[in-house]
């Protein structure tokens, strides 16, 4: 069973719809045994880090999440969610990715939405993808680039499209709403042990 953390934060329905078009069983949860125990974690989002944050504190979510030891995604949100600070709200996120959630300077149009390509990709999670490849985005906060980013994308400047350590991967961009090159970051993490 694959868990969708339902954390109040958006866009939950269009994630299952895409794993469940590939063929996986879904549970949308925000009960911390059915997350303990499922195969693997997705942490959609779509909101703001610090509203989020009080919402996953209140369910003890942040002391969850970071013992998990199955696959775990964190999707836009869920991304920036696990990295150590975020200026959006000025808050303490989850600690994974030693990492800090950044707005982007006003010197392009923000929030930078629509598809742009990733660069100097590594790992699992960008199996068959090319720098051809576009990914849809939509945000205004951004990962600096650290050790832990596996892809870059340039907006305004270069950040941290996707990211992992350990059985914790994150991407920037909305693979649910990004096509078949989407679908295909969504089957490999599915595909992950």
Known sequence: MIAIID?????VKSVENAVRKLGYETLI???PEE????EK????????ASTAMIYLKSLKLDELI???????????????????????????????FDL?????????????MGWNNLQKMSGQLLDGISEED????????YCEVGEYTTSECDYILPFSATLQKDN??????????????????????????
């Open 41 to 48: 974690v997705i942490f959609p989002g779509v909101g703001e």
């Open 134 to 141: 576009d990914f849809y985005f939509v945000h205004s906060y």
């Open 7 to 11: 954390y109040v934060a958006g866009n």
């Open 66 to 96: 970071p013992t998990l030891q199955q696959p775990f995604l964190g999707i836009c949100l869920g991304q920036q969610l696990l990295c150590d600070f975020s200026e959006e709200g000025n808050i303490k996120c989850l600690g994974i």
């Open 100 to 112: 800090k959630v950044e707005q982007f300077p006003a010197t392009d149009i923000v929030p930078h």
């Open 35 to 38: 997350i303990r125990n499922a």
């Open 168 to 193: 914790f991967y994150g991407t920037q961009f909305h693979p649910e709403k990004s096509g078949d090159f989407g679908s295909k970051i969504l089957e490999n993490f599915l595909k992950l042990k």
């Open 29 to 31: 949860t925000s009960n």
